[in-house]
């Protein structure tokens, strides 16, 4: 059983920067890090979970209107970790933020539903 788990959230004031990692583990975690497609999502109080980026296997990304230019998905192979390099962070981007993973099928790619979920980490931006 693959198990995701975030870390690097925090409280930060507009305009500054956070990096969120999620750390793959457990039995398929490697088959899971490298095959499947990996995403971060956010959910505000009171919102709908939204599709924040996603990384497709082969390495092609794709960003919410709203992050596109302040956002940066990436993964580090070797240690089975999904990064979200966030930098201009505003008070919307308030949020707890997850991690997940899905296998990319084989028309939709990495749309639809995603299976397998992280705890989550929150991120605070003051004004």
């Known amino acids: 059983q693959v198990q995701l788990l975030e870390s690097g959230g925090g409280s930060v004031q507009s305009g500054g920067s956070l990096r969120l990692s999620c750390a793959a583990s457990?039995?398929?975690?490697?088959?899971?890090?490298?095959?499947?497609?990996m995403g971060w999502f956010r959910q505000a109080p009171g919102k709908e979970r939204e599709r924040v980026s996603v990384?497709?296997?082969?390495?092609?990304?794709v960003y919410a209107d709203s992050v596109k230019g302040r956002f940066t998905i990436s993964k580090g192979n070797a240690q089975r970790t999904l990064y979200l390099q966030m930098n201009s962070l505003k008070p919307e981007d308030t949020a707890m933020y997850y991690c997940?993973?899905?296998?990319?099928?084989?028309?939709?790619?990495?749309?639809?539903?995603?299976?397998?979920w992280g705890q989550g980490t929150q991120v605070t931006v003051a004004s």
């Open positions: 997940a993973a899905r296998p990319r099928h084989w028309y939709y790619g990495c749309q639809g539903e995603y299976n397998i």
């Open positions: 457990g039995y398929g975690a490697s088959t899971t890090f490298s095959g499947y497609c």
């Open positions: 990384i497709d296997p082969d390495g092609s990304t």
